[in-house]
């Protein structure tokens, strides 16, 4: 993928478009637009493990009991939960019982969870204000505040402050293991409606991260390029290839092959036929690669997966705020 960067830095994006096949052209905009924002961009976080794990990327029943991922010694647990609206009293469906408020899915609940830990990080406090702070990087990601964007933004953001959403990991080489109960956000606090007509309540409002995902995430913050996951917020399987580039490429010293069926238990389990799961899974990665212009990534020609090469890191080291004396990673 490296090559349509030197071909646009060689030639300017028309020319560039002109020498790739018609299906990729639209990774060459990419690459374009992130290398004409990331150097200007802020960077974003999230915990390591998300890198591992994955929400669905579909709608699912909102009675379901629980999403499950697990992958390698990570685990992440979604399950299904209620809310106690303004008026201090459980959101009732129409049969006027507590409502089950769905497992959050796609790319505008990433989208949230990525802005939680972001800010979280920056000001280094768990409480983080889903106010017009949270509409103005919404904003700035291509994501409009109002209308049926707003309608669905607000949705996934119900979603996740319903859900017990549990990212625990299992004991390492080291002895080291992490908290396998705890809720992300662990609280949300509201304020007077606005009144401002076209603003909803979901800009009123305060999520706390709890206390045991807040310290794991400050401790071992992994950061990503805001201009790349505003090029493929539409997606999110591009988001999570993206993110697990972003993970591992940092993270190996020479080339390591990920095989197929491992890209499927952790990106399409619930893909049953492996040339259907490749095809929806390259081109997400080809997405991913036009977002990360230094990803050293290359397909095995013999057909046992992907070959990771040590990488320049997404994200300059240097703009990090990585501990190297005390990372679980």
């Known amino acids: 993928m490296g090559e349509i960067h030197q071909l646009v830095t060689a030639h300017g994006r028309d020319r ?37 794990t994955n929400l669905p990327h ?5 009675d379901s009991d629980a999403w499950e991922r697990q992958n390698g010694r990570f685990t992440l647990l979604v399950e299904p939960g209620r809310l106690i609206g ?3 009293k459980p959101i009732r469906d129409t049969d006027g019982k ?38 103005d990087w919404m904003e700035k990601m291509g994501v409009s505040n109002g209308g049926t964007s707003y309608t669905a933004v607000r949705e996934q953001a119900m979603r996740l402050s319903a859900c017990r959403l549990t990212v625990g990991w299992t004991e390492d080489d080291q002895g080291r293991s992490g908290f396998e109960r705890a809720s992300i956000v662990s609280a949300m606090m509201f304020t007077a409606p606005s009144t401002d007509p076209r603003q909803g309540s979901l800009w009123d409002e305060t999520a706390r991260l709890s206390s045991e995902f807040f310290q794991a995430l400050v401790d071992h913050p992994m950061p990503v390029s805001e201009a790349a ?3 493929i917020k539409s997606s999110s399987l591009s988001l999570d290839v993206y993110v697990w580039l972003c993970y591992r490429l940092r993270s190996i010293s020479k080339p390591t092959t990920i095989s197929w069926e491992a890209l499927r238990s952790q990106f399409g389990p619930q893909v049953g036929q492996m040339f259907k799961f490749r095809q929806g899974f390259l081109p997400a990665l ?15 020609d013999k057909g046992a997966g992907l070959i990771l090469k040590p990488s320049r890191p997404a994200v ?5 705020r990585r501990r190297s004396g005390n990372r679980l990673l």
């Open 16 to 52: 560039a478009k002109d020498l790739v096949a018609a299906e990729e052209r639209h990774l060459v905009d990419l690459a374009v637009q992130v290398m004409g924002e990331e150097e200007h961009t802020q960077r974003g976080y999230l915990y390591s493990g998300f890198a591992m």
């Open 58 to 62: 579909r709608r699912l029943k909102d």
């Open 286 to 300: 080809k997405e991913a690669m036009a977002v990360y212009p230094d990803a050293n990534v290359e397909i095995d």
């Open 229 to 231: 996951i505003k090029a």
């Open 98 to 135: 507590p409502k089950i408020i769905g497992i959050p899915y796609g790319p505008r609940a990433r989208l949230i969870l990525i802005y939680l830990q972001s800010e979280a990080v920056r000001t280094r406090s768990p409480d983080v204000k889903i106010g017009s702070s949270m509409a």
């Open 316 to 320: 300059p080291e240097a703009e990090t």
């Open 86 to 88: 303004r008026d201090g």
